[in-house]
């Protein structure tokens, strides 16, 4: 099992900057990838970013340029920095863990509001 914390979400204007972490415990040593995802209301959850063991990243085209994916050394915490932020945007932002057995983990996610 793993259990995932977000946090960072809030209110934001538009063309302002927020940054996510995500913190995790359990079996770490089980992670072959992190994710952030989000939810806006009404609409499907989507990926934003990814990032393997090995570094290799991804990006969901709306976001490209705008966020990114990172984390320290070891595997957790992950973050993703959100620049210029506009409100479509605005969604509940999860994060993810992805391991070598093919389970799936999820916190319970942070919401992000860019609004005037």
């Known amino acids: 099992q793993v259990q995932l914390v977000e946090s960072g979400g809030g209110l934001v204007q538009p063309g302002g900057s927020l940054r996510l972490s995500c913190a995790a415990s359990?079996?770490?040593?089980?992670?072959?990838?992190m994710g952030w995802y989000r939810q806006a209301p009404g609409k499907q959850r989507e990926v934003v970013a990814r990032i393997t063991n090995i570094g290799s990243t991804h990006y969901a085209d709306s976001v490209k340029g705008r966020f990114t994916i990172s984390r320290d050394n070891a595997k957790v915490p992950v973050f993703l920095q959100m620049n210029n932020l506009k409100p479509e945007d605005t969604a509940v932002y999860y994060c993810n863990a992805g391991t070598m057995s093919s389970d799936y983990y999820w916190g319970k996610g942070t919401l992000v509001t860019v609004s005037s």
């Open positions: 359990g079996r770490v040593s089980s992670i072959n990838v």
